[in-house]
Structure formats: C-alpha cells, structure tokens
C-alpha cells in the first residue's frame, strides 16, 4: 500500500476548506474509503487527519488500553473526543471545523504533510518555526533516531 508522504502549501478558504494534495487523493481514493476523521494532536499545535480505515486501526489500539490509565484518559479526552468526520467533496476540499482551526490554531496559510499512515495539518508559521534545523537539538534528535536504527 502506498503512504503518505511530502509537504503541500495551500491556504484555508473562508469557509474553513482546504484543499487535500492531489498525490494524497490518489492514495486515498485508491486504498480507502472517502471518510476521513480530523483531530486534534495530543501535544502539537497541528491537526491529525486519517482515513477512516487508520482511524479504526488507533481506536481499536486505544479500546485495548486500560481506561484508568492517565495518559490514555488524556488521549482520549484530546484525540478521541475532537474527531471529526469528513469527506473530499467534488473540488478536492475538506472542510476544517473552526473549533479545530482554533485548537491548532489554523488561519489563513497551512501546510499538508504526509506522516506514512496520516496527515497532519499546520499552521505555515507554527510549521516554520518547528522544522527549522537550527532551533532542534541535533544531537538529540540524531541519537535519538539512532537508538531506531534510522
């Protein structure tokens, strides 16, 4: 199955619409069903997209955790209970609900990126700002991703 991957520019519409990447609807159509789910990130300011079928895979792993647990009660309250259903319309467009925007906070120009199985969805400053090379700790992050074999 193909993944998600690659980052897309666009801007939010002033009905709250965004367009989904072309190369994203290819692999959506292709491998999935038009329903998509969109919440928020646990601890990011951006929001998570799937497609339905990765959606019921994370409730699935979620349904198996301990509900006293803290963490996932968090996760839960977080992720679970802002998702959203959605679907592409004929123009190629989800619509973002403005709690969501407001959550992440979403205004006028967003980035798309593919995350293999997800989407995320970032406001273009808050992504800016986070994948810029100099404000990581590299060394961190390289043993980090060393310690995953990557």
């Known amino acids: 199955m193909l993944s998600f991957s690659g980052k897309y520019y666009y801007t939010v519409d002033p ?5 989904v990447p072309a190369p ?3 692999i959506i159509s292709t491998n999935y069903s038009p329903k998509l789910y969109i919440t928020n990130a646990p ?3 951006c929001l998570y997209i799937y497609p339905l079928e990765e959606w019921n895979k994370l409730q699935e792993q979620v ?6 647990d803290k963490a996932i009660k968090y996760f839960r309250r977080r992720v679970i209970a802002s998702a959203i259903e959605v679907e592409i319309d004929k123009q190629g467009r989800i619509l973002i609900p403005a709690a969501l ?3 992440a906070n979403i205004n006028t120009n967003v980035v798309i990126v593919g995350q293999i199985e997800s ?4 406001d273009r400053d808050e ?3 986070l994948s810029d090379p100099s404000k990581v700790d590299k060394e961190s992050i390289e043993t980090g991703l060393m310690a995953h074999g990557l």
């Open 15 to 19: 009905k709250g619409r965004i367009i």
């Open 101 to 103: 925007r407001q959550d």
């Open 127 to 129: 992504w800016d700002n």
């Open 24 to 26: 994203f609807r290819e």
């Open 63 to 68: 349904r198996t955790k301990p509900k006293s």
């Open 119 to 122: 989407l995320e969805l970032w």
């Open 43 to 45: 601890f990011d300011r």
